[in-house]
């Protein structure tokens, strides 16, 4: 385990070395992974550094604003690029396609923002179980492989590179970040797209996200699950009023897991997942159904794309 207090200003002074003149970008997310290393590179070289948060439209429910008020110290760029995403992500349904979308128009959006700033240096929040999956081929994740490749910048420096998560959340909580940040669930980079099997639409990225935000209310501070979400996985025939209705199916997830590696489906209790089911029917008139998947990982993925 890393010793946080050493950790710390080992850290900072080798931002210091990295990064001697010019400025420094960051894509800001507001997982823990990359908000530790805006931090930290914050307190290395100040007002050199602008952190950028680029909203997909892909996001949780007040996640954008929550981020404007969390890092409101810094030199904060917030691209509204809603639109781009969801037009790069029109007529997919493959899931890996999807991922592909999004990560480009990532890159395109953020390549951008970075030549408009003349940034002579990448931060990247990569762990060390980001380098191993992206090595051994088991998912694309946008910060490992994508950026550096396609940007020229002086050098890529990536402060918690030999962290593992449990590790960054011990030093988001010694660097004073927000609970909300220093313990956050993983959230995928391609965010609340691969929570909706197959084409992508504005109506069902605002339905998920509302169920999305139900779930949580429900479950995270009540039993601190791993992850816990809603994922639109299909429709399914339901009677509102007389009348029968081909509406959504809201699927509810939560897993305890260790690393994300394997997971179990958490035994929550009746009334708690009646609840859920109710605030989602009452809230979104559109959804059919709502069920709760027992499939531990593996056989299953936790996400369902
Ligand atoms: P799965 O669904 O493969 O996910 O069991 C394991 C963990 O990884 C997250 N995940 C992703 N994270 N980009 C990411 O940055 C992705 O494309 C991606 N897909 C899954 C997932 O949320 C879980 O924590």
Redesign the pocket.
């Known amino acids: 385990m890393v010793k946080v207090d050493k950790f710390i200003p080992k850290a900072i002074e080798k931002m210091q070395q990295q990064i001697t003149d010019g400025r420094a970008i960051i894509a800001l997310s507001g997982?823990v992974d990359s908000s530790v290393c805006a931090v930290l590179a914050h307190r290395a070289i100040g007002d050199r550094l602008t952190p950028i948060y680029i909203d997909t439209g892909l996001m949780r429910k007040g996640e954008t604003e929550r981020i404007k008020e969390i890092f409101c110290d810094m030199n904060l760029v917030v691209v509204d690029a809603k639109d781009r995403f969801l037009g790069a992500l029109k007529g997919i349904t493959d899931p890996e396609e999807k991922?592909k979308a999004?990560?480009e128009t990532f890159i395109r959006v953020f390549e951008t923002e970075a030549k408009t700033l003349k940034a002579d240096y990448l931060i990247q929040g990569t762990i060390y179980p980001?380098r191993i999956?992206s090595e051994g081929g088991?998912?694309?994740?946008?910060?490992v492989g994508g950026l550096p490749s396609v940007m020229d910048f002086k050098a890529i420096v990536e402060p918690v590179e030999d962290l593992y998560k449990d590790e960054v959340r011990e030093v988001a909580r010694a660097l004073g970040l927000p609970h909300e940040i220093s313990e956050r669930?993983?959230?995928?980079?391609?965010g609340l797209s691969?929570r909706i099997v197959g084409e992508v639409t504005e109506e069902l990225v605002n339905i998920v996200r509302e169920a999305n935000a139900i779930v949580e209310d429900e479950l995270v501070e009540a039993f601190h699950p791993?992850?816990t979400?809603a994922a639109i996985i299909g429709k399914g025939t339901g009677v509102k009023g007389d009348v029968r209705v081909h509406g959504w199916i809201v699927a509810v997830r939560a897993v305890g897991?260790r690393d994300?590696?394997t997971?179990e489906a958490l035994e929550l209790p009746w009334p708690v997942l009646n609840r859920i089911e109710s605030r989602i029917s009452a809230s979104l008139p559109t959804v059919a159904r709502v069920v709760y998947d027992l499939t531990p990982?593996p056989p299953?993925?936790?996400?369902?794309?």
Request: charged share 20%; no cysteine; aromatic share 12%.
């Open positions: 997982g991922r999004v990560g980001d999956e088991i998912k694309s994740h946008h910060n669930m993983p959230f995928p980079g391609p691969v791993w992850q979400f897991s994300g590696m997971a990982k299953a993925t936790i996400e369902f794309e």
